[in-house]
């Protein structure tokens, strides 16, 4: 299999991070979840006291700043690192989900965060997913897909998510929050979340996960083919 760029991007909760890694897997690609990085921003913000909307706190906030990925044998899993600590559970609860869209509307950390993804993508070889990954990050990808899903589908999905990892959040209070990110991550001046016209669109609405799996793979084979 050609070492190509897959770039995923989306609304808020419709089964990227999920697909990718597995679609990573199969593949034998390297797996990058954006979002984490964003995420991981966010959660060191708040530990640090410091305000996304403050010129000098964004300065100080990325100067301390250093987020790294790492495989843990037994989950299987990649998992977060910020600062050199674990923060994979911490940063995928509401309490993060209600911070980071602000943290992601600042130029200066998407620059920052951005440059990170283009360096840790330079080989190739990967999937990655996010808001502005065919726009932005990798513009040049060899294949770019926009995933969508219907809401009530997505909150579902988190709330099972969210209850594996011991924290209950009602339907509304998650569904208010998807569709809260989708605004601001679609209305932001700093790289928007936007279906580009060369992405392939994937409504996982009514797919199960292997089914998402298996569109991607196909897609992946007609691409390399060519
Ligand atoms: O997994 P989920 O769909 O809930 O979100 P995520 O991929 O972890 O991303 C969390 C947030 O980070 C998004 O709502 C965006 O505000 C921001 N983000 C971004 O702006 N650009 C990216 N490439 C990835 C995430």
Known sequence: MNKIVIAIDGYSGC???STAKEVAKKLGFTYIDSGAMYRATALHFL?????????????????????????????SQQETYLNG?????????????????????VKAIRTALVAQQQQLGQKKGV???G??????????????LFMTADVETRAQRRQLELLAK????????????LESRDEVDSNRTESPL?????AIEI????????????????????????
């Open 15 to 17: 089964g990227k991070s």
């Open 166 to 177: 011991g924290e209950q959040a009602s339907l509304e209070e998650i569904k208010l929050n």
């Open 85 to 105: 600590v674990n923060v994979e559970d911490e940063i995928r609860t509401m309490r993060i989900s209600e911070r980071v869209s602000e943290v992601a509307t």
């Open 131 to 144: 808001r502005d990954i065919g726009s932005v990050v990798f513009p040049e990808a060899e294949l770019k």
């Open 47 to 75: 530990n640090e006291n410091l305000s996304p909307l403050r010129a000098e706190d964004v300065e100080k906030g990325l100067k301390g700043l250093q987020i790294s990925f790492q495989f843990n044998p037994t989950t």
């Open 127 to 129: 999937v990655m997913d």
């Open 203 to 226: 409504d996982t609405s009514s797919l199960t996960f292997s089914e998402q799996v298996e569109q991607i793979i196909d897609l992946v084979k007609k691409v390399t083919l060519n």
């Open 194 to 198: 936007l279906k580009v016209s060369d």
